[in-house]
């Protein structure tokens, strides 16, 4: 389990579904210490990034609410 994963380029989507997958993996019980750890490390990554774009969007329907232009 790599922990330099660069999630920067992730959407939504793939950076949830990845996190769902190591949540699966972490609750199994069946990792070794080593890789749970790496395998946390990885989710707090990605949970990062869907925070952040959730934050963008977030942003971008405020100023769409706010009847100014986003340009």
């Known amino acids: 389990m790599s922990n330099d994963l660069d999630t920067s ?3 939504f989507e793939q950076a949830l579904n990845q996190l769902s997958e190591l949540v699966a993996k972490l609750e199994s019980g ?3 210490l ?3 750890v790496a395998a946390f490390e990885t989710g707090v990554k990605l949970s990062r990034r869907c925070e952040s ?8 329907l405020q100023v769409l609410e706010s009847g100014e232009d986003p340009e």
Not at 53 to 60: E, G, I, S, W
């Open 9 to 11: 380029k992730l959407s």
């Open 30 to 32: 069946e990792l070794p």
């Open 34 to 36: 080593e890789e749970s």
């Open 53 to 60: 774009l959730l934050d963008q969007a977030d942003q971008r």
